[in-house]
Structure formats: structure tokens, C-alpha cells
């Protein structure tokens, strides 16, 4: 592979703000373009997993699934983990989630060099893939920082809300916090993606976009609207730009995804 594998973080602790959307469809554009993509689900919730209409990974002692590899008790191939899901022009392929991630927190924090889990885990797949998109739980915990720590750089998904910029007030200053005793290059923060834009677009929306457009450096990098298409993709298990390609939103999608994939080009 000529260019290096680039992983990226999309997260919000704030929930309902489209984490999970952005990374599939962002994923799957990244796909259609060549590219070969890897998703991670790292929340606990496994929506990433249920939006690409892959089951679960097996649960229990001796399982080879996502949260048995970051405690230590699985220690076969990353290979075993992935799940192949299509294969556009690139591939995009998942990690799973299980129902067993809900005990990660828990546990991860019984182990050394517990924030560098998920970045080992990692280290198998740089040079196999072209991206690896992270699915980051809705929260400010061990799971985060272990997305953030593996990662190269940042994608956040918001919406045109007050509570949005609420949330960018905790994640920031977390962010640097994971810069400064976590890592030895500081995170890309690519930017932002405004998702789940109603139109028209109220004088409140008008406002935070303008609040988002002062933050420095953290550009909006592309707008997602409000549709049903998301929803119908998401529910047949495929991503925007194979189930509505000639959409506005798998426009959208694709935009990012080509802002995202020029930004790796280290």
C-alpha cells in the first residue's frame, strides 16, 4: 500500500448528534471511492453494528470478540474479528460489537497501560487498510480515550444545538488532555459535521452554525440534512451512497469523504 493507514476517531459524548451515521456512511464513501475501509464499533450500544445488519459477535469466556481482545483474554488475529461487509470498489469491512462491551469500562480500567489498548489492537491493520473509522461511545470515558490515543485525527458529528456547543466545551479540553500525557503527536482535529440539519433552518440553527464557524481550528466540513434516507439506509443494513446514490445526502457523504481521505495523505 503506498500511502499509510490513516484512523480516525468519530466521536461526541453528547448522544442522538448522528456519530453513528457519520461513520457509516462516511466509511462506505470511502469504500466506493477504492478505498479499503475498516469500521470499528467501540460503543457499547453496537448501533454501527446494527446499521451495517451484521449480528453481533459471539459472547462468553474464550470468545474472539472486540472486548475479550482489549482485556487481554483474546489474543488470536485481528483477522478473526473483522467481518467483511461489502465491497464497492475498495471494501468496508467491521469490527463487531458484543454484548459483553458493556462491561468494558469496567474491566479496562483493572489493566495496565489501559488507554493503549484499542492502539495495539490497531497496530495489525496500519498498512492493510487505507482508514480505519472509529465508532466512539457517547461518552468521556476509558472507551473514548482509547479511541482517541489510537487515532490520528478527529471526526466530530454535531448538531445546530445549544447542547452541542455545551458538548464541545468537555470533549476539547479532553482531547488535549489525551495530547498531553497520552500520546506522542497531538491529534488532527479534522473538524466538524453538522448532522441532522433541519430546513429550513431556524434563526437558532443560524446561530450555532455561526458559534461553530468561530471555533479556530475546527473547521465544518460539511453539513448532513435532515431526511428519511438515512433512516432507510441505515435500516436495510447498507450505507447512504449504495442505497440512494445519486441523493443529496450521498453527495454529502462524499464530500467528507474525500476532505477526510486528502487529510491523510501524510
Known amino acids: 500500500m503506498d500511502s499509510p493507514t490513516l484512523i480516525t476517531a468519530v466521536t461526541n459524548q453528547k448522544g442522538g448528534v448522528g456519530k453513528t451515521a457519520t461513520t457509516l456512511n462516511v466509511g462506505g464513501a470511502l469504500a466506493e471511492s477504492g478505498l479499503n475501509v475498516l469500521l470499528l464499533d467501540l460503543d457499547p450500544q453496537g448501533h454501527l453494528t446494527d446499521g451495517l445488519g451484521i449480528s453481533q459477535a459471539p459472547a462468553g469466556e474464550g470468545s474472539a470478540n472486540l472486548y475479550r481482545a482489549l482485556i487481554g483474554e483474546y489474543t488470536g488475529s485481528l483477522a478473526d474479528l473483522i467481518t467483511p461487509h461489502s465491497a464497492p470498489a475498495g471494501r468496508l469491512d467491521l469490527v463487531p460489537n458484543t454484548i459483553e462491551m458493556f462491561m468494558a469500562v469496567r474491566e479496562l480500567d483493572k489493566q495496565r497501560a489501559r488507554e493503549q489498548r484499542l492502539a495495539r489492537l490497531l497496530s495489525a491493520v496500519r498498512g492493510i ?34 447542547s452541542s456547543l455545551k458538548a464541545l466545551r468537555l470533549l476539547l479540553p479532553q482531547i488535549a488532555s489525551v495530547d498531553a500525557d497520552l500520546r506522542e503527536t497531538p491529534l488532527e482535529l479534522h473538524g466538524l459535521v453538522v448532522s441532522l440539519l433541519r430546513r429550513p433552518i431556524t434563526k437558532l440553527a443560524e446561530s450555532v452554525l455561526a458559534e461553530f464557524e468561530r471555533l479556530d481550528g475546527l473547521p465544518i466540513l460539511g453539513t448532513i440534512p435532515l431526511g428519511v434516507v438515512v433512516t432507510e439506509a441505515w435500516r436495510s443494513g447498507r450505507t447512504v451512497v449504495d442505497y440512494a446514490p445519486d441523493s443529496e445526502h450521498a453527495q454529502a457523504y462524499r464530500a467528507l469523504a474525500k476532505t477526510l481521505a486528502g487529510g491523510g495523505q501524510r
Open 129 to 162: 487498510y487505507d482508514h480505519v473509522l472509529i465508532d466512539a461511545p457517547p461518552s468521556l470515558d476509558i472507551l473514548t480515550d482509547n479511541a482517541l490515543t489510537a487515532a490520528d485525527g478527529v471526526l466530530i458529528p454535531v448538531q445546530a444545538e445549544d
